[in-house]
Each structure stands twice: as structure tokens, then as C-alpha cells.
């Protein structure tokens, strides 16, 4: 069983950078691929980023390609999301969330076994 703790959300101004971390415990980290998902009021989890097992290969949405970029410290225990040039349209909480099935991950969600239990991001204009 795999226990996910996010951190580093907050409010802050449209334009500004915020990095969110997920801290994993009771499992071998090494061997689940990461996956960021996001979910605004009245909206859908959707997909926003992924990370493979090795931290070799990374996927985007487009919504957030070129502005976030997901990493891994396995040393750590630790998936991170950097976010820079913040949109208010990235409001939401965001979870990080593990999966076993795939060493790549998935964009689904679906195909992750485990969750945390997401941290809010509120982006102001």
C-alpha cells in the first residue's frame, strides 16, 4: 500500500512560478510511474502531467506544456510539478497519483492505483 502527500499549494498572482511536491511512503517508489492530475470546481480530474518509473521519459497536456515540468527524486521518495507562468485557469486541486501497471504511465485516470489527497492551487488575475 502506497500513501501520497502533496504540499506546496497556495494562493498566489497570475505570472508567478509555484512548485508542488508528493511524498511517498509504504511502497517501492522506484517501481510506479507518477502521474500529476488536476480538478476544478465542477470540472473533471483531468490529466496533467506524467512521469515514467526511471524519470527517463515525461508527457504533458498541452495546457500545460512548455510552463510545467514534472520530476522525480527516487533517492527522495519524491514526484515534483514546478509550475511557472501561472494561469487562473490553472485553478484547482491538484493530486499526484502512482500506478504499477505501466513503467511509462498513463494519461487516464483510470490506470493509477493510488491518490493522494490533493492540495489546492488558486491563481489570481
Known amino acids: 500500500q502506497v500513501q501520497l502527500v502533496e504540499s506546496g499549494g497556495g494562493l498566489v498572482q497570475a505570472g508567478v512560478s509555484l512548485k508542488l511536491s508528493c511524498a511517498a511512503s509504504g511502497g517501492t517508489f522506484s517501481m510506479y510511474a507518477m502521474g500529476w492530475f488536476r480538478q476544478a470546481p465542477g470540472k473533471e480530474r483531468e490529466f496533467v502531467a506524467v512521469?515514467?518509473?526511471?524519470?527517463?521519459?515525461?508527457y504533458y497536456a498541452d495546457s500545460v506544456k512548455g510552463r510545467f515540468t514534472i520530476s522525480r527524486d527516487n533517492a527522495k521518495n519524491t514526484v515534483y510539478l514546478q509550475m511557472n507562468s501561472l494561469k487562473p485557469e490553472d485553478t484547482a486541486v491538484y493530486y499526484c497519483?502512482?500506478?504499477?501497471?505501466?513503467?511509462?504511465?498513463?494519461?487516464?485516470?483510470?490506470?493509477?492505483?493510488?491518490w493522494g489527497q490533493g492540495t489546492q492551487v488558486t491563481v489570481s488575475s
Open positions: 512521469i515514467s518509473r526511471n524519470g527517463g521519459w515525461t
Open positions: 497519483a502512482a500506478t504499477v501497471r505501466s513503467p511509462l504511465g498513463a494519461t487516464r485516470t483510470l490506470e493509477y492505483d493510488y
